[in-house]
């Protein structure tokens, strides 16, 4: 079945630092990839999507690039703020599943001054 | 325009008593999906909803889990009796075009349950 797998976290990063969490799924077909963002005590709010191979999703300076060859889904930031402290989660859907969602275990990131 | 909206926010409770979330997705989207969140466990789907009809419930834990969705404004997921463990952020998600599309799910704010 499809399977999504995060970098373990937490990741610690200090302000204006560069931002990589990979991911890397297992799906059959052409799925479409999601990254999700959760601020504490709040729901998942979506932060960018790719839905074919090569595409870049973009978003507050985040960016992912959907590649096939290596199914990853790596979620990059220049230089994140304090602000962007929260849990980041990855996720595919594939086209045959009524819009149903695969996460990953998400990955908690905390940004200090 | 309207988010996915949760009710209650909060819900304290005591073992054994019933419980009921409800659920109204964004208008227009036809499939609706119920989710619980805890430390130990993560994010688990516990079942989902195809135009009101229920396609997949093998993540409700057990007998004690049931949901509804008696027409396309809302749903229900009660818990009864309920359990301690039960406790936990019990979030609603729906999404546009069903099988097909690549359409996000939009999450609720969720509901924070505690079972004493």
């Known amino acids: 079945g499809d399977s999504v797998t995060q970098m373990e976290g937490p990741v610690t990063l200090s302000e204006e630092a560069f931002l990589t969490i990979n991911c890397t799924y297992t799906a059959t077909g052409y799925p479409s990839l999601f990254w999700y963002v959760q601020y504490p005590g709040e729901g998942l709010q979506l932060l960018l999507k790719a839905t074919k191979a090569d595409d870049k999703g973009s978003n507050k300076g985040f960016e992912a690039t959907y590649r096939k060859e290596t199914t990853s889904f790596h979620l990059e930031k220049g230089s994140v703020q304090v602000s962007d402290s929260a849990v980041y989660f990855c996720?595919?859907?594939?086209?045959?599943?009524?819009?149903?969602?695969?996460f990953g275990q998400g990955t908690i990131l905390t940004v200090h001054p | 325009d309207a988010g996915v909206i949760q009710s209650p926010r909060h819900e304290v409770t005591e073992m054994g008593q019933e419980v009921t979330l409800r659920c109204k997705p964004i208008s227009g989207h036809n499939s609706l999906f119920w989710y619980r969140q805890t430390m130990m466990r993560g994010l688990e789907l516990l079942i989902y909803f195809n135009n009101n009809v229920p396609i997949d419930d093998s993540g409700m834990p057990e007998d004690r889990f049931s949901a509804k969705m008696p027409n396309a404004s809302f749903s229900t997921l009660k818990i009864q009796p309920s359990e301690p463990r039960d406790s936990a952020v019990y979030f609603c998600?729906?999404?546009?075009?069903?099988?097909?599309?690549?359409?996000?799910?939009?999450f609720g704010d969720g509901t924070r349950l505690s079972i004493l």
């Open positions: 998600a729906s999404s546009p075009q069903g099988a097909q599309g690549n359409q996000p799910q939009h």
């Open positions: 996720a595919l859907k594939d086209g045959t599943s009524y819009g149903k969602l695969t």
